[in-house]
């Protein structure tokens, strides 16, 4: 079972990179306060460990993870904290936040010394990771050592670099992988370094060939690591078709990717662990993409974590026409959110700004069963029957035609002529059948 | 600026493509076909073309009315049902004959099962053989100012010899859209270049039919009579614009090369064994028929357990 480069299914969307791709990431600084909700990967919330008017350092731990699947959270700036409360995130809903005035100083805490790769353990490798509060910064946000934390170590034989950056507008690992392609590497290297057995692969769309060229001359030295050029199509970067179309494993949706003896991480994450390792250094930042075609200026910007999302829009020459519709991440993953008043966080990918919303502009008609949505699956499930029976709330149907299989890529509503909301039902679904196995 | 924003759920992007839009391809697909039939047989066929589709659109207009639904001839599929059934009909079909079909095939074989998507038979196709079993002598009566009756396949099944290049071009007697080969594949081109068909349907068909015939046929492996099985009756029309009808044909991708096998071994029986000279019409039908069942024994299995191939 060779890697075959692609998967089967999958939609090629206008992509609107253009917007976005040419300029250079830009640094910003915060100007207002800066929220940190306590719960911005998965598992457990953390706990905060500072009070209110407590001065804090950029650095500064003010958040402790409650528990192994759980993660610290970090001050971007020096400050006071002024209030733990609930405030809106991205979401919609109100959680429970941490605010920080900024001083405007950026005074840091000492990182302290940070011993080169080579001496460090595995132990402490992940210690490392886990302290500084990497989660999976594609959107999922995972704890990240807990993801390098598998059963059976020895037996991973690929760590995936997820390069493929496939969601349409998003060009935040694009810039990385030009502007800081060394730190990308550094970063699969601390991880290669968990994994003895283990190959790494930089796995790339074609339609970034500067990043592929730039890649491969840097890793030409390198013997454990290949850069793989993957046929550009959407959803190339979702992990288990990634997976796929890297090393011709395919896992199903009740395996992890260590199952197949994988592991990925997106550019973000790996930079992140790479200041981890190699600098003491917290997740403090991340790339943001603010585009769209409302948006004035649209590019990448370097933001700190906490950061509102109103300076973004701000940064960006604000809206040049009223948008209808922003969406926190890309057009096909991505949610919709109504209120801009809210902090960036570890996940935060992008900010989509659209004049027009597509989906409200056409009616919802019958199902034509013209099978368009079939192609496109890439979880090679039929969305049109699985959207029935969701639509029934035929739970038994739903699994037996394999809904489970679905990712929730998009492609099927994305496709589909008589514009049904075909992920949207089929979500849903996939969402109550996985909180009914957790009961028993 | 907040009550302004619309949120749904993702993706937040949409394709162009529309059912009117696809519907609309389809019938510039059947003009070919259509107009080389109106060349082919005079202008009693233009007529019957128009009144068919009339009939089918106003009896959608009507029904929806009757029953207070949402008026749906926007979507152009009362229009495809009817070109392709007027298709279907003998060039000298009495008017009354369109209109009826028309009717039959929207209210009875359409609406009566929920509209559009709900179907299980060909609109088209089942008005077609109600209208061969209601009307039989002029059904079958291919007779006209420019043909003295018996279509090409009658001749083959007594034994007589057929010109296949006429049959290619279409200068045959049969209905007003199946004779044309050439326009027929014209069209289907066009909707295969559009993504709107694909091949997996009628090749599979094709296929398996040559297949059939060169077996059961009693003449081995020649090609004339291959060929002039082809050309002849509605078969092109059939595997192109008809078994590929998405409401009627299997969903699942295996499915779909199953149903035109099916097809294709049924289309050989029907002709060579059964007592009409065709058999397409009835083959679809009865493909129609077995949908859910060949839907059941080919679901795919899904990404990681097995179908990540497919
Ligand atoms: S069913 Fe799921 S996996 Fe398949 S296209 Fe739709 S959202 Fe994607
Ligand atoms: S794409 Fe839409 S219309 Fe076509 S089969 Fe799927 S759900 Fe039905």
């Known amino acids: 079972m060779g890697a075959r480069g692609t998967f089967t299914g999958g939609i090629h969307p206008y992509d609107g990179k253009d917007l976005s791709k040419d300029k250079p990431i830009k640094d910003i600084l915060p100007k207002g306060d800066l929220v940190y909700p306590l719960s911005q990967h998965i598992g457990a919330p953390a706990v905060p460990v500072v009070k209110k008017g407590d001065h804090v350092l950029t650095g500064q731990k003010i958040a402790d993870a409650a528990g192994f ?43 302290g010394e940070c011993k080169p790769l080579e001496e460090l353990t595995k132990e402490e490798i992940v210690k490392k990771v886990q302290e500084a509060g990497v989660v999976g910064m594609g959107g999922a946000g995972f704890p990240t050592h807990v993801k390098l934390s598998p059963k059976e170590p020895d037996k991973i034989e690929y760590v995936i670099a997820n390069c493929a950056e496939c969601e349409p507008y998003l060009t935040s690992d694009y810039r990385r992988m030009l502007e800081e392609p060394q730190k990308v590497i550094d970063g699969l290297k601390c991880v290669l370094a968990l994994f003895d057995n283990a190959k790494g692969i930089m796995a790339v769309e074609d339609n970034k060939p500067d990043c592929v060229k730039i890649l491969k001359e840097l890793t030409k030295d390198e013997p454990r690591i290949t850069v793989k050029a993957l046929k550009t199509k959407y959803p190339q970067g979702a992990e288990r078709q990634l997976i796929y179309a890297a090393t011709g494993r395919a896992i199903n949706s009740d395996m992890l990717p260590a199952d197949a003896g994988c592991i990925v991480d997106n550019v973000d994450t790996l930079v992140a662990i790479n200041s981890a390792v190699r600098e003491n ?32 829009i701000d940064e960006a020459g604000g809206f040049k026409e009223d948008p209808e519709k922003i969406v926190n991440g890309g057009p096909m993953m991505g949610f919709a959110i109504f209120d801009l008043d809210v902090p960036t966080t570890k996940t935060a990918s992008a900010l989509l700004c659209l004049t027009h919303d597509q989906v409200s502009e056409k009616e919802e008609g019958p199902c034509i069963n013209c099978g368009r949505c079939v192609d496109a699956c890439p979880g090679r499930v039929i969305p049109s029957r699985l959207a029935d029976f969701a639509a029934r709330g035929d739970k038994e149907s739903f699994q037996k035609w394999n809904g489970m299989e679905c990712c929730e890529c998009g492609c099927c509503s994305f496709v589909c002529p008589a514009k049904r909301q075909l992920t949207q039902q089929i979500k849903s679904m996939r969402k109550m059948v996985l909180a009914d196995r957790k009961k028993k | 600026m907040s009550d302004l924003m619309k949120v749904s759920s993702n993706p937040h992007i949409r394709s162009k493509a529309g059912t009117s839009k696809i519907m609309l391809c389809v019938v510039l ?201 082809l050309a002849g009756g509605g078969l092109m029309l059939g595997a192109f614009f008809m078994a590929t009808d998405y409401v009627t044909r299997p969903i699942t991708i295996k499915g779909q090369y199953l149903y035109g096998v099916l097809l294709g071994i049924l289309t050989g029986i029907f002709r060579i064994f059964g007592a009409g000279a065709e058999g397409v019409s009835y083959a679809i039908i009865l493909g129609n028929i077995l949908v859910p069942l060949i839907e059941k024994v080919t679901l795919p299995k899904g990404f990681g357990r097995g179908g990540e191939k497919i």
């Not at chain 2, 076909?33 to 082919?40: D, I, L, S, T, W």
């Open chain 1, 69 to 111: 699947v759980s993660a610290p959270i970090y001050a971007t700036v020096s400050g006071t904290v002024k209030a733990i409360e609930k405030r809106r995130v991205t979401v919609g809903d109100n959680v429970n936040a941490i605010v920080i005035e900024n001083d405007g100083k950026y005074e840091e805490v000492d990182y």
């Open chain 1, 281 to 312: 250094k917290p997740l403090m930042y991340r790339i943001v993409t603010v585009t769209g075609d409302a948006i004035a200026d649209p590019r990448n910007f370097r933001v700190r974590i906490g950061t509102n999302y109103h300076e973004l």
């Open chain 2, 29 to 229: 697909a059947l003009m070919p076909a259509a107009a080389f039939g109106v060349y082919n047989f005079g202008i009693n066929a233009l007529l019957l073309i128009l009144i068919t589709v009339a009939s089918c659109v106003c009896s959608e207009f009507l029904f929806d009315m009757i029953c207070k639904k949402k008026n749906s001839i926007g979507d152009f599929s009362a229009v495809v049902t009817g070109v392709l059934l007027a298709l279907n009909l003998p060039p000298n079909a009495p008017w009354w004959i369109g209109l009826v079909g028309g009717a039959f095939a929207i209210v009875v074989v359409k609406m009566l099962f929920g509209g559009l998507g709900q179907n299980f038979m060909n609109p088209a196709l089942g008005a077609r053989c109600f209208l061969l079993i209601s009307f039989t002598s002029i059904m079958t009566n291919f007779e006209c100012d420019a043909y003295t009756g018996a279509t090409p396949l009658a001749v083959l099944k007594s034994g007589g010899s057929v010109n296949v290049f006429d049959m290619v071009v279409g200068r045959t007697a049969g209905t007003i859209g199946e004779t044309s080969m050439i326009a027929i594949v014209i069209g289907a081109c066009f909707l295969i270049l559009l993504g709107i068909i694909d091949l997996r349907i009628p090749g599979s068909y094709i296929v398996s039919f040559i297949i059939f015939i060169c077996i059961f046929g009693g003449h081995g492996i020649d090609f004339n009579y291959v060929a002039a099985h």
